[in-house]
């Protein structure tokens, strides 16, 4: 079975240009989980897709993040004009089903951003 | 709102020997779940151990097993043996029981390296 798989895996860009991320998470799985870590700092939650519909994005950091999985299988995850601050490693994580504690949660390896 | 705490950025350890990784967290909550994720470089993050609040006994698995501490806030983890495979980025992570997302809220990692 494959795991979650995430494109590009390292990505630079110039300040101001707009980058694109994909996350594939293990099929069937409804949950799907955006995360970031911002260098030397915690893992922080993005946001959550139960399908396709967005159950939680409390944790989007502004208007320049743009979540969206189409029919419920991949998610892309948009940063458009990136900004210094948005350098860091962005993780997909995903899981099946009615959330329980024995829901084990997988992640991909994260893409590494960096912005210049 | 929760918070995690892993106090040591790194740490070493000798093979065959034990090393424990500190985490504490700070919730008002009474129900949760506790994680240990490991991620060796370049790979994908993976649960090495989870405990539920409710239940007092510690969980192990094989090698890996925590000292939970609710009442002080503690849930560190002890790698028995060390393997050069458990070189990795450690992960505490919290997440509250029940709601509508799973999300999680980790600490900042803590970079553990095995010596030969």
């Known amino acids: 079975e494959a795991g979650v798989t995430q494109f590009p895996s390292h990505s630079v860009i110039e300040k101001g240009q707009t980058v694109t991320l994909r996350c594939d998470p293990i099929s069937g799985h409804d949950n799907l989980y955006w995360y970031r870590r911002v260098m030397g700092k915690e893992i922080k939650f993005l946001l959550h897709f139960v399908k396709e519909s967005k159950q939680d994005e409390s944790g989007m950091p502004n208007n320049r993040f743009l979540a969206e999985r189409t029919g419920g299988t991949y998610s892309t995850l948009k940063v458009q004009p990136a900004e210094l601050e948005d350098s860091g490693v962005y993780f997909c994580a995903s899981s099946h089903g009615v959330q329980g504690f024995s829901n084990t949660i997988y992640f991909g390896e994260g893409s590494w951003l960096t912005v210049v | 709102a929760q918070t995690v705490t892993q106090s040591q950025p790194e740490m070493s350890v000798q093979e065959a020997e034990t090393v424990t990784l500190s985490c504490t967290y700070d919730?008002?909550?009474?129900?949760?779940?506790l994680f240990w994720y490991k991620q060796p470089p370049s790979r994908q993050m993976i649960l090495v151990i989870r405990q539920e609040a409710y239940k007092q006994q510690n969980a192990t698995e094989n090698r890996f097993s925590v000292n939970f501490q609710k009442a002080a806030k503690s849930f560190s983890l002890k790698i028995s043996d060390s393997q050069l495979g458990d070189a990795a980025m450690y992960f505490c992570a919290y997440r509250s029981y029940g709601g509508a997302t799973n999300k999680l809220i980790f600490g900042t990692g803590t970079l553990l390296a095995v010596q030969p």
């Open positions: 919730t008002s909550e009474s129900d949760y779940y």
